[in-house]
């Protein structure tokens, strides 16, 4: 039990005692004293494998060991102590007698399954941690002490030794890379004992290799392993990757060792001591020119120091420079990569349809400069960025009005975007009466990750378009999401109708507009014919037809975003409702004016008897009329024409005779 | 008479004024109410819009409508005071020679008329009214009925669903619009034959406004009745002078624009029932 105790204590330390020698005297064994009688003798000779050995204890620093009030027979349990002096063949000391667990652990790691193997370069317990006289982990004289971890390890691991030269490491040069590292230079320039040596990565005992689930440096625990000192750092890293994210899906995440090299361990990739002074001394020539195309490499850092960026060194964006290069700029292969940072938005952007047609090297595609700019970057809630609300109409104009490279290449309906949004209500508020809660482009279509409409992921996707006219309209979609055309309710499997359907897209109006309520019947039409028709037959509909905008529309009557069947009792047409519906425009409607037929026909005798009955008494009548007045007509002309020709006859008799009478009367 | 020609009255002032008036609505009615009916013409929307917007269409066939009213209801007080003024009693103006009402002659002179067209008998010698004048006349009676009290109910739907069902409105307005094609399109060919068309008076005959024929051409016309004039001695109360040729010009431009307004109605109808009918 204080073996245990003393064991628990001091985890990290394990003991093996492998020299034991026959005690002289034999009837002193009850004691550590009995031991020592003989052993305290430093020309104490004893065999081990054939090996002649010193097996010399020096008792004061043994009873200073963590070991020290343990008899010497708790180890080498092998030994009677009634009789003495003991045999020389004595077995090894069994640590794991006391350390089970550790042993355990031992066990399942590198070192211990190379033992297992009969390796004779596996490490024992005593290799790390010494015997006789193993003191506390802390105590800095301490084999296992941090400081002298590396070297420890480095025993083996370091070049040229058998283990490295004879044993597959994949790693090479480590001791030398640690000890230049930020966590070498902390252990061993600095004397930080708190720096991360081998064992803090590795751990102590179950050593095991990166490819092992298990281990400590598998990708999957890496970033378990790095915290344990670097707590904050996922706060700290949270801009580039989303600190929940890199532990539970450390597959698709970079690990920190991605970025971190193992041993090499810096800050970041990009150099340090890189000043944007010295980019200046060539940059801030204004006649610097590029030797490829001319182009003007002048960089004027007033701009920079004014925008988003200011706080932001040059070489973080331009990495890849080398400070030890007279032009340290000479090593840069690739173009600025804002994701590094900005890496959310970068993954947004490289799965729209522009950073698709980037992927394909298409020219037409926008980077982030041609919205953002370059060194003048500057925030969305800058009036002069051309990303301010007010400005993106402008800023997506540059490639999408009409005649643009984005607008020539688009095969849609959706034509003349930009003036249609101009004279639309949004483009209206935000350009006539500057209300920068507006709906821009960006609004609808994302700003980093837009696609065409027919793709399911598209923000204008027919089923995410009401969320994202949501995001504004919220108590338009509430109301929508409980109508018959919300895919909630309706279960029917038929097209359903989205915002853009009745409200149309750049061209979206208020709805009180006259176009907007004569075209929605239209609208309505497209999906309800039938109906529709039938409306046009009756007063409402006719009356629409000639351009007259208070008549009762569609969803005057019906609800517009509430619209439910008129069997739902909360329908605008239900029976309890529909009273009140009808005196929105005939105030003292009753239930009997409400019994008015919208969407008669009289061409239906199953359903509208009365009508159908009606319609063909009156054409009847008309018909029979006609016909009658038709006959007498066609029958009374050639002898009308006759009579005529008789009439012109006697008028001009009598006229002949009374020219007579006057001629005579003369 | 300034080419010494004698003329009859057929029309007193009151009745030509009160035709003048019925044109005039007429007309307004048919181009707004049709406009309607048809709206889903070309013709229609491009009529709406020349009175206004369909608004002020609608006004225009209301206030139409309450001067047909008023024109209608002139003429019942009028015949109200030519029974006491010159014939003492009901029975002496519906029984007598100058009654609107059908009577044997009536059915006599249709059945001598179809003879005649047939080529079996001599042109009949007609009287003050002629079947089909009457016929014309008691076609307003039953137009004023039926158009005007649909009329009203689809003017006030909510007073009148008072009483009667909602779905009686629909059959209203199919009544009323069937109905005022029938008024439209009797007036405008029946009515135009028999009074201009036929070739006796081809093109026009204006005396609905002037209220005067040639006394040669009624002789001719109206054999039965000049003679019976003659016979009483009463025809001098009859003979008047011509209008002055300015205001005959006058008489005749508004009759050439309501016949036109009238023929132009006749073809849109048949566009509207034939090429664009839904």
Known sequence: MISKRITNKFSTAALLLLFVLASPFPLNAQSNEDCFMCHEDNQLKGKRNGRTISVYVIEKKFNKSVHGDLECVDCHSDIDPEDLPHPDDVEQVDCGICHDDVQELYNQGLHGQAFARGDPLAPLCKTCHGYHYIIPVKNINSAVAPLKIPFLCGKCHREGTKVQLQRHIPKDKILENYSQSIHGEGLLKKGLVVSATCVSCHSSHRILPHTDKRSTIARNNIAATCSKCHAEIEAVHRKIIRGELWEKEANVLPACVDCHQPHKIRKAFYEQGMADNDCLRCHGNKNLTAKTDGRSLFVDYTVIKDSKHQNIACSQCHSEVNASKTRPCVTITKKVDCSACHSEIGEQYATSIHGTLFAKNDPNAPTCKECHGTHGVLGRENPDSPIFTTNIPNLCAKCHRKGEKAARRYTGPEVNIIAHYTQSIHGKGLLKSGLTVTATCTDCHTAHHELPHDNPESSINPKNIAQTCGSCHHGIEEQFQKSIHSPLVSKAGKKLPVCNDCHSAHTIRRADNKGFRLEIMQQCGNCHPRIAKTYFDTYHGKVSQLGYVKTAKCYDCHGAHDILPVDDPRSHLSRENVIKTCQKCHPSATRQFAGYFTHATHHDPDKYPYLYWTFWGMTGLLLFTFILAGMHTILWLPRSIQWRRQLKKIMNENSDEQKDKKDKSV | ?278
């Open chain 2, 1 to 278: 008479m300034a080419n010494g020609k004698k003329y009859f009255l057929r029309f007193n002032r009151l009745n030509r004024t009160l035709h003048v008036l019925m044109i005039i609505s007429f007309l307004t009615l048919s181009l707004t109410g049709l406009s309607l009916k048809f709206s889903y013409t070309g013709w229609a929307k491009f009529l709406s819009r020349v009175f206004g917007g369909f608004e002020s269409a609608g006004y225009f066939h209301r206030s139409a409508a309450v001067i047909m009213m008023i024109v209608f209801a002139t003429h019942i007080i009028y015949l109200f005071r030519l029974k006491r003024n010159e014939f003492g009693s009901w029975k002496a103006m519906l029984i007598g020679d100058h009654s609107m009402l059908f009577n044997k002659k009536d059915l006599k002179d249709f059945i001598a008329s179809l003879k005649w067209f047939l080529g079996l008998g001599e042109r009949p010698e007609y009287g003050r009214w002629t079947y089909w004048e009457k016929f014309d006349y008691f076609a307003v009676f039953w137009g004023m009925f039926v158009i005007g009290s649909s009329g009203l109910m689809l003017w006030f739907p909510e007073f009148f669903t008072r009483f009667i069902p909602g779905w009686f409105i629909n059959v209203a307005t199919i009544i009323h619009s069937d109905e005022a094609l029938l008024a439209t399109g009797f007036i405008f060919t029946v009515h135009f034959f028999n009074t201009h068309l036929r070739p006796e008076k081809f093109p026009m005959d204006i005396v609905i406004f002037s209220g005067r024929v040639p006394l040669e051409e009624y002789k001719l016309d109206r054999p039965a009745e000049y003679k019976k004039l003659v016979e009483s001695g009463e025809l001098e109360k009859y003979l008047v002078d011509e209008y002055p040729p300015i205001v005959i010009r006058a008489m005749k431009i508004f009759g050439w624009a309501a016949l036109l307004t009238g023929f132009s109605i006749i073809l849109w109808i048949i566009y509207a029932m034939l090429f664009a009918y839904r």
